[in-house]
Nanobody, 118 residues
Framework: VQLQASGGGLVQAGGSLRLSCAAS????????MGWFRQAPGKEREFVAR????????IYADSVKGRFTISKDNFKNTVYLQMNSLRPEDTAVYYC????????????WGQGTLVTVSS
C-alpha cells in the first residue's frame, strides 16, 4: 500500500485546513486509516482513525469536536478536516494504513507540515 498525504500549509489560529491521503496498491486489505502527527521535539501521537468499510471513527481528546476524519472509498482517499486550529496543532501530519488482522500500522505516508500561527 502506498500513501500520499497532502494539504498541509500555514494557517492562522482559528483557521481551517483539509488534509488528504490518497491510497494505492493493496487497499482491499485495509482495515482502517489513521492520522498521526509529530510536533517538533515531541513523539508522534495519534489524531484520528476511520475504518475502511463501516466508517467508524475515533479521535484523540485533543482534537475531538474540531477535527473530522472522512473517506471516499471510490477515490481511495481519506481526509482530515481541521477546524478551529490552534498553535499547538502545529506538526507534521502522517496518514497510515492498518491492515486487516494487524495491530500496528504497517504503511505510512510521507507527512505533510501544518503550521498554525498565533
Amino acid at each position: 500500500v502506498q500513501l500520499q498525504a497532502s494539504g498541509g500549509g500555514l494557517v492562522q489560529a482559528g483557521g481551517s485546513l483539509r488534509l488528504s491521503c490518497a491510497a494505492s496498491g493493496r487497499t482491499f486489505s485495509t482495515f482502517a486509516m489513521g492520522w498521526f502527527r509529530q510536533a517538533p521535539g515531541k513523539e508522534r501521537e495519534f489524531v484520528a482513525r476511520i475504518t475502511w468499510s463501516g466508517g467508524t471513527s475515533i479521535y484523540a481528546d485533543s482534537v475531538k469536536g474540531r477535527f473530522t476524519i472522512s473517506k471516499d472509498n471510490f477515490k481511495n482517499t481519506v481526509y482530515l478536516q481541521m477546524n478551529s486550529l490552534r498553535p499547538e496543532d502545529t506538526a507534521v501530519y502522517y496518514c497510515a494504513a492498518l491492515m486487516s488482522g494487524r495491530s500496528v500500522y504497517d504503511y505510512w505516508g510521507q507527512g505533510t507540515l501544518v503550521t498554525v500561527s498565533s
